[in-house]
């Protein structure tokens, strides 16, 4: 069965970086679009970024441009989150997600997705 492990989260002080990994297996990696959200307590979860099959364009939720960074490999079978300048409003579980995603330009469907288990990140002096 598919399976999507985050790694990396901890307590990290206000100004400074941490790296997400998501390392996926039993999954046709390089056809899949993937992407990092967060849910912090009492949130909804939402949208922190997304890298496409071929890793590019990348696209970042406003309150992370600039400050965090998305890259895969596709030999590894992984992404990363690349988070830097981290303030306390970070401060989430994060997960990584894979979408198979079918259509064209202007129509895009989810064909099928999965969802890895979450890392904790924690921002506070």
């Known amino acids: 069965q598919v399976q999507l492990v985050e790694s990396g989260g901890g307590l990290v002080q206000p100004g400074g970086s941490l790296r997400l990994s998501c390392a996926a297996s039993r999954l046709a990696f390089s056809r899949y679009t993937m992407n990092w959200y967060r849910q912090a307590p009492g949130k909804q979860r939402e949208l922190v970024g997304t890298i496409p099959v071929d890793g590019v364009p990348t696209n970042y939720a406003d309150s992370v441009k600039g400050r965090f960074t998305i890259s895969r490999d596709n030999t590894k079978n992984a992404i990363y989150l690349q988070m830097n300048s981290l303030k306390p409003e970070d401060t989430a579980v994060y997960y990584c997600?894979?979408?198979?995603?079918?259509?064209?330009?202007?129509?895009?469907?989810?064909?099928?997705?999965?969802w890895g288990q979450g890392t904790q990140v924690t921002v506070s002096p």
């Open positions: 997600k894979a979408e198979y995603r079918v259509g064209g330009e202007g129509l895009v469907a989810v064909a099928d997705a999965y």
